[in-house]
């Protein structure tokens, strides 16, 4: 996170908004106390900017007012908008008459679990419903977030400050994606909390990418990974690969080729061999790293990453785009939603990059800590075959150093290394760079290096041009 020059306290941020006699609105909070409302009380002039506020905390009272959720959650995106419904519908409800004519009504919501060292997954949902203009249409802005502090009264104040930020930002920073971020993590310390979803709908914000702004949460380390469905909607990596079987495939796909596809059919046949149980409740990931993303300026390129995001969710799998350079800091992540079983699928030609000993330098235990962190009875590497013209590659041509050879033969003996074709089940392997070259050199024989999906809408968008 890079910390804002002279950031402003919430308490001043609080009172500008109490200051301003056309903004007006309401409070809801479940489960970590009222500190967003708290604020703007202690701010002064409170009269002029709130409405209401209320706590539903018990089960009973909530469900109540809001409705049941069919996952029999309250910390979900679908308790959070029902909120905002409720809230900002009473709002126009009881005050348009007396005083829509003037003000700009704002309902902001949360839903929270807190927690603390035995209870390590903090969470919530919060988002502000908002008018730019009296009696105009409204706006959402909605965010999940992890609270990183290991205590709960620090998780509450980052709640709060947060809170506030986004009832500020709806008002005074929605220009662009940058000042959106600048605006909502103001006052927060690095480490503090971790924003891994923001969405921005309505007409007074149509001019913001939501793609783009997720990307630049990751960019800026406020995120780990951001996912994106198949219809290239921005969904919550938590809430979509829980307790799913995850099968990743990591690559640059600048563009994703016909190998790319057969390296995945390969893994999904071979995963069905291996946990024939589990294979139903699966999701298929496209990996693509920030480090993929970026020039050698460390610059990204938007049309670039659109292009790929596109190109991917046209193949009618997810998107994941992560900070994670090493493959166990990947495993990591996703282990904290799902315990089911999970595989990462690469080419041959990539073995080598798991015995490099500096990617590994800040581990005491080296390349086998690392490779441990990794691979278990329920983390399997699948290795796809990489053949050329002179020669094909896979799990039994290769060999590692020889002081590592030996924990090499152990992992492809516990079946956690997994050959998923031989050579002559595979062709030529082709690399995106090759027909990245193709596509500069209006070489028609790049269409036939691509998935028929994909050739038909880099045609029709123009993409990688």
């Known amino acids: 996170m890079t910390p804002t020059k002279n950031p402003r306290t919430p308490l001043a941020k609080a009172f500008e908004v109490n200051a301003n006699p056309a903004i007006y609105g309401t409070f809801a909070e479940i489960g970590a106390g009222q500190e967003v409302a708290r604020f703007f009380f202690q701010a002064g002039q409170a009269s002029q900017t709130i409405a209401k506020t209320i706590s539903a905390y018990d089960m009973i009272y909530s469900d109540e007012i809001y409705g049941k959720e069919s996952n029999g959650r309250y910390v979900c995106e679908s308790r959070l908008l029902k909120m905002l419904d409720k809230e900002y519908s009473l709002l126009h409800r009881r005050l348009d008459q007396a005083r829509g004519q003037k003000t700009t009504f704002f309902a902001f919501a949360n839903t929270v679990a807190t927690g603390d060292q035995k209870k390590k997954f903090s969470h919530g949902w919060l988002g502000v419903r908002f008018q730019a203009k009296p009696l105009g249409p409204h706006n959402d802005i909605v965010l999940h977030v992890r609270l990183l502090d290991k205590y709960r009264l620090q998780q509450q104040e980052a709640l709060g400050i947060l809170g506030v930020n986004a009832v500020h930002t709806a008002f005074h920073a929605i220009s662009n994606a940058s000042d959106i971020i600048d605006g909502l993590t103001e006052g ?46 921005i969904l919550n990596v938590s809430d979509e690969l829980f307790q799913k079987n995850v099968l990743i495939q990591r690559g640059s796909y600048r563009p994703v080729t016909t190998t790319h596809v057969d390296v995945l059919e390969k893994g999904i046949t071979q995963f069905k061999k291996d946990f024939p149980c589990e294979a139903k409740n699966s999701m298929v990931l496209f990996e693509l790293t920030m480090h993929s993303l970026s020039n050698e300026d460390g610059q990204i390129h938007e049309k670039d990453f659109l292009d790929r995001v596109r190109a991917l969710c046209s193949l009618g799998h997810h998107v994941l785009v992560s900070n994670f350079f090493l493959f166990y800091r990947l495993k990591r992540f996703i282990r904290s939603a799902t315990q089911k079983p999970v595989v990462l699928i690469m080419g041959a030609s990539h073995l080598d990059r798991l015995f490099d000993e500096k990617h590994y330098a800040d ?60 050579c002559d089940e595979t062709s030529e392997y082709i690399h995106s760079a090759q027909v990245h070259r193709m596509l500069e050199q209006k070489n028609p024989a790049w269409e036939t290096c691509v998935p028929k999906p994909v050739a038909s809408l880099i045609k029709k968008e123009n993409l990688f041009q």
Not at 203 to 230: K, Q, W
Request: hydrophobic share 35%.
């Open 188 to 233: 927060l310390r690095e480490g503090q909390v971790s924003v891994d979803f923001i969405r921005l709908t309505g007409p007074d914000v149509a001019h913001i990418n939501n793609h783009l702004l997720n990307l630049e949460l990751v960019r800026r380390g406020l995120s780990e990974a951001i996912l994106f469905g198949p219809d290239q909607k």
């Open 363 to 422: 581990l005491e235990g080296g390349v086998l800590e690392g490779l441990s962190k990794l691979l278990d009875e329920t983390t399997k590497l699948y290795v796809y075959p990489h053949k050329t013209e002179q020669s094909c590659m896979t799990t039994k041509t290769f060999f590692p150093a020889p002081k590592y050879l030996k924990i090499y033969q152990h992992f492809v003996e516990q079946k956690q290394i997994v050959d998923i074709s031989g």
